[in-house]
């Protein structure tokens, strides 16, 4: 019966079943995350006691940064002209300069993410195992997306991110606001989900695949018998991705979630995350469906327009810190979409210098929220910052520099990251943009700059008298917040080492089929 | 007897809307994960109907990775309500409201 029905799907049943080839090595970093978070499961639930936070730490760097490693260690390979990049598992991924640098990228957010967390679930009393392996495992979905070349292993990416990224959310089960953010996430997340799925359908049914070499190349050659298919699946897709990178007007849900996850969680929201869905934007539809870019760009165009003006603007009403970094994180995804607007290797470039940029910078500044806050993650408003500068002179300073990054001051990498999209926008030919995007740092930068003053110039007294504690810094933290600030700074002063890999790293356009 | 191929693209659609739209409008977390469920099956239907229009054995290839997909967000959807009806006796979506401004 099974035969009778391949026979009428025309696949001819005495050929041997080929096994695709799968290429370990392509997939080193992925299987090191993967594994990596499968053995810390396994080992938690063999051992008898209970291990200790650090335990979890060590191993999730460990493992973490030996996924960078990995991932770097085949820099020289995909980008040497003569070898150049290359597909693994039947073209269902690709290796080159982009999904290298995503790895890597994504890799030392989970450094970063584990280094906060540590004196984080010591001070809330969270389980260490549970965080690190979901952590991990969210990241290898991240890198998923990184390397896919066909729209079902992206989908399925997402999906592995998205939903560790659920139940991280809700970590903190016993406070409603973590467990209102996990509810929300998930909703608004899955919803989503099945937008993204509903476009790459919508686009297998117009161009017969759903390999994003074998798309292009159907795009290049002919046009599809069915155009509207096409697009309403593209429309789709945005949609989707929209919702997952956090833009206007798919951004309801940020503020809520973000306020709401532990500020860890959060922070690998607004590094890792952003990363993986621009990652997954630029190479399905810059790269993929580039032949269709007069299509997209003007809805890219919109869409980039809103968020820079929506997300500054509702930034500097807030008065949490935490929200008001959520909704620059909105507007931080508008300055990305105006390197993917540029649909050029310009733009893509610039956008992925941007996510470098910021991931740092967003890790460093939640990570400065997490220490701030009282247990139960409460007391993020802007009254618990003020006198910070005399209470605690250096972590002042360094949310300061973060902060300061986000604005665009020159001489830290957010002047660069912002010099670099708007310098490919102009490239092609988008002034307005451009002009709006200059207006709105100004305006974003309100927001920072208030919560520079009040660390500054505000008056410690009331705080002495209510008789809270010093903030705590914890080793882990401090070098977090240490690697982070180095980072911003050397960006700001020497930026040409990312700046070209970045340029060296445009999504490569591969086949199986040829 | 054949029906058009057209057809089961509209009933994909129409389901595919009237999961969003019960999304959007209901206020009972399971009924939303219904809907969820309902949008998902009617992207597989769609998946089907293009594998048989294209003679193409990969979108029905697709159908296993979304049944495995949904099932696994909807246990994650599911813990994450029973940890909230631990703390209140019943939930709508607008009783978690505690996040705002």
Same mark, same amino acid.
């Given at each position: 019966?099974?035969?009778?029905?391949?026979?009428?799907?025309?696949?001819?049943?005495?050929?041997?079943?080929?096994?695709?080839?799968?290429?370990?090595?392509?997939?080193?970093?992925?299987?090191?995350?993967?594994?990596?978070?499968?053995?810390?499961?396994?080992?938690?639930?063999?051992?008898?006691?209970?291990?200790?936070?650090?335990?979890?730490?060590?191993?999730?760097?460990?493992?973490?940064?030996?996924?960078?490693?990995?991932?770097?260690?085949?820099?020289?390979?995909?980008?040497?002209?003569?070898?150049?990049?290359?597909?693994? +598992?039947?073209?269902?991924?690709?290796?080159?300069?982009?999904?290298?640098?995503?790895?890597?990228?994504?890799?030392?957010?989970?450094?970063?993410?584990?280094?906060?967390?540590?004196?984080?679930?010591?001070?809330?009393?969270?389980?260490?195992?549970?965080?690190?392996?979901?952590?991990?495992?969210?990241?290898?979905?991240?890198?998923?997306?990184?390397?896919?070349?066909?729209?079902?292993?992206?989908?399925?990416?997402?999906?592995?991110?998205?939903?560790?990224?659920?139940?991280?959310?809700?970590?903190?089960?016993?406070?409603?606001?973590?467990?209102? /953010?996990?509810? #929300?996430?998930?909703?608004?997340?899955?919803?989503?989900?099945?937008?993204?799925?509903?476009?790459?359908?919508? &686009?297998?049914?117009?161009?017969?695949?759903?390999?994003?070499?074998?798309?292009?190349?159907?795009?290049?050659?002919?046009?599809?018998?069915?155009?509207?298919?096409?697009?309403?699946?593209?429309?789709?897709?945005?949609?989707?991705?929209?919702?997952?990178?956090?833009?206007?007007?798919?951004? /309801?849900?940020?503020?809520?979630?973000?306020?709401?996850?532990?500020?860890?969680?959060?922070?690998?929201?607004?590094?890792?995350? #952003?990363?993986?869905?621009? $990652?997954?934007?630029?190479?399905?539809?810059?790269?993929?469906?580039?032949?269709?870019?007069?299509?997209? =760009?003007?809805?890219?165009?919109?869409?980039?327009?809103?968020?820079? +003006?929506?997300?500054?603007?509702?930034?500097?009403?807030?008065?949490?810190? #935490?929200?008001?970094?959520?909704?620059?994180?909105?507007?931080?995804?508008?300055?990305?979409?105006?390197?993917?607007?540029?649909?050029?290797?310009?733009?893509?470039?610039?956008?992925?210098?941007?996510?470098?940029?910021?991931?740092?910078?967003?890790?460093?500044?939640?990570?400065?929220?997490?220490?701030?806050?009282?247990?139960?993650?409460?007391?993020?408003?802007?009254?618990?910052?003020?006198?910070?500068?005399?209470?605690?002179?250096?972590?002042?300073?360094?949310?300061? +520099?973060?902060?300061?990054?986000?604005?665009?001051?020159?001489?830290?990498?957010?002047?660069?990251?912002?010099?670099?999209?708007?310098?490919?926008?102009? $490239?092609?030919?988008?002034?307005?943009?451009?002009?709006?995007?200059?207006?709105?740092?100004?305006?974003?930068?309100?927001?920072?700059?208030?919560?520079?003053?009040?660390?500054?110039?505000?008056?410690?007294?009331?705080?002495?008298?209510?008789?809270?504690?010093?903030?705590?810094?914890?080793?882990?933290?401090?070098?977090?917040?240490?690697?982070?600030?180095? +980072?911003?700074?050397?960006?700001?002063?020497?930026?040409?080492? &990312?700046?070209?890999?970045?340029?060296?790293?445009?999504?490569?356009?591969?086949?199986?089929? =040829? | 007897?054949?029906?058009?191929? /057209?057809?089961?693209?509209?009933?994909?659609?129409?389901?595919?809307?009237?999961?969003?739209?019960?999304?959007?409008?209901?206020?009972?977390?399971?009924?939303?994960?219904?809907?969820?469920?309902?949008?998902?099956?009617?992207?597989?239907?769609?998946?089907?109907?293009?594998?048989?229009?294209?003679?193409?054995?990969?979108?029905?290839?697709?159908?296993?990775?979304?049944?495995?997909?949904?099932?696994?967000?909807?246990?994650?959807?599911?813990?994450?309500?029973?940890?909230?009806?631990?703390?209140?006796?019943?939930?709508?979506?607008?009783?978690?409201?505690?996040? #705002?401004?």
């Amino acid at each position: 019966m099974i035969a009778g029905m391949f026979a009428q799907l025309g696949v001819p049943t005495d050929a041997p079943f080929a096994v695709p080839e799968v290429a370990w090595s392509a997939l080193t970093p992925l299987l090191i995350l993967i594994v990596g978070a499968l053995a810390l499961l396994v080992v938690t639930a063999l051992v008898p006691r209970t291990l200790p936070v650090g335990f979890f730490t060590v191993t999730t760097v460990a493992v973490a940064a030996g996924a960078a490693v990995a991932s770097l260690g085949s820099w020289d390979r995909v980008t040497d002209p003569d070898r150049g990049p290359y597909m693994a +598992v039947a073209g269902a991924i690709t290796l080159d300069g982009f999904s290298v640098l995503v790895t890597a990228l994504l890799a030392i957010t989970v450094v970063l993410v584990a280094l906060l967390a540590d004196g984080y679930l010591r001070r809330e009393g969270l389980g260490a195992a549970e965080f690190s392996v979901l952590v991990l495992l969210s990241a290898s979905g991240g890198v998923m997306m990184a390397l896919a070349n066909d729209l079902i292993v992206m989908f399925l990416g997402l999906e592995v991110l998205s939903i560790a990224l659920y139940v991280l959310a809700g970590f903190q089960g016993d406070r409603r606001e973590s467990q209102e /953010s996990a509810m #929300k996430y998930f909703l608004l997340g899955a919803f989503a989900s099945a937008f993204l799925l509903y476009g790459i359908a919508l &686009v297998y049914g117009a161009t017969g695949s759903t390999n994003l070499g074998e798309i292009a190349g159907f795009l290049a050659r002919d046009v599809p018998s069915e155009q509207g298919l096409l697009l309403g699946g593209m429309a789709m897709l945005i949609v989707g991705f929209g919702f997952k990178i956090g833009v206007v007007p798919f951004q /309801s849900w940020v503020p809520d979630v973000y306020q709401g996850a532990p500020t860890p969680v959060t922070a690998f929201m607004a590094s890792g995350v #952003k990363v993986a869905g621009f $990652a997954a934007l630029l190479r399905v539809i810059v790269s993929a469906l580039s032949v269709q870019a007069q299509d997209w =760009r003007p809805v890219m165009w919109v869409l980039a327009m809103l968020t820079l +003006v929506v997300g500054p603007a509702m930034a500097i009403v807030q008065t949490d810190v #935490k929200r008001m970094l959520a909704y620059s994180s909105i507007s931080h995804a508008g300055f990305i979409l105006i390197g993917v607007q540029a649909a050029s290797d310009r733009g893509t470039a610039g956008a992925l210098f941007y996510l470098f940029a910021y991931s740092f910078m967003a890790l460093g500044a939640f990570g400065v929220v997490s220490l701030v806050a009282r247990q139960g993650d409460v007391g993020v408003d802007l009254d618990r910052f003020r006198g910070l500068s005399k209470r605690r002179p250096g972590l002042a300073l360094v949310f300061a +520099v973060f902060l300061l990054g986000q604005t665009g001051v020159p001489l830290t990498s957010g002047f660069m990251a912002k010099f670099s999209v708007i310098g490919a926008a102009v $490239a092609s030919e988008s002034y307005a943009l451009a002009m709006v995007a200059m207006l709105t740092s100004v305006v974003g930068a309100f927001a920072y700059l208030r919560v520079i003053v009040a660390m500054y110039l505000g008056d410690d007294e009331e705080m002495a008298e209510e008789g809270t504690r010093r903030v705590q810094i914890p080793a882990a933290a401090g070098l977090a917040l240490g690697l982070a600030l180095a +980072v911003t700074v050397t960006l700001g002063v020497l930026p040409s080492t &990312v700046l070209d890999a970045a340029r060296d790293a445009v999504p490569a356009r591969l086949s199986p089929s =040829r | 007897m054949s029906v058009d191929y /057209s057809w089961y693209l509209f009933l994909g659609a129409a389901l595919f809307t009237i999961g969003a739209y019960g999304l959007l409008i209901r206020r009972n977390p399971l009924v939303m994960f219904m809907c969820i469920e309902l949008m998902l099956n009617a992207v597989n239907l769609t998946f089907v109907t293009f594998s048989r229009m294209l003679n193409d054995i990969g979108g029905q290839v697709v159908v296993f990775f979304v049944l495995v997909v949904a099932a696994a967000e909807v246990v994650v959807g599911l813990g994450i309500l029973v940890s909230i009806l631990r703390r209140r006796p019943s939930a709508t979506v607008d009783d978690i409201s505690a996040l #705002k401004g």
